[in-house]
Nanobody, 122 residues
């Protein structure tokens, strides 16, 4: 059974940083792309960033490009999302996802798990 456990969310002030982690189990981690989605209150879920199985290719949504950095550690079966200069518009539940490819973005990844909440005070 695929399990993706997201952690690292919390309350920060605008301009501060957080690092999210996602621990994977139940599948061969280094054979799949992984990434992050988010869902703000009252809004649809959206892809934030994703990374290929080797880590050579990454994708970022326009609204986070230059502020967020995705990385993965295949030895630890973990994917990270470093978020800099957080703003109130980044408030959302952040979810891990996995799938076969990031060609065309994160749309082929499937979200698993309950996510972690990021709150930003202005």
């Amino acid at each position: 059974e695929v399990q993706l456990q997201a952690s690292g969310g919390g309350l920060v002030q605008a301009g501060e940083s957080l690092r999210l982690s996602c621990a994977a189990s139940g599948f061969t981690f280094d054979e799949y792309a992984v990434g992050w989605f988010r869902q703000a209150p009252g809004k649809a879920r959206e892809g934030v960033s994703c990374i290929s199985r080797t880590g050579d290719d990454t994708y970022y949504a326009d609204f986070v490009r230059g502020r967020f950095t995705i990385s993965r550690d295949n030895a630890e079966n973990t994917v990270y999302l470093r978020m800099y200069n957080l703003q109130p518009e980044d408030i959302a539940h952040y979810y891990c996802a996995t799938g076969s490819t990031i060609v065309g973005g994160c749309k082929y990844l499937e979200v698993w798990g309950q996510g972690t909440l990021v709150t930003v005070s202005s």
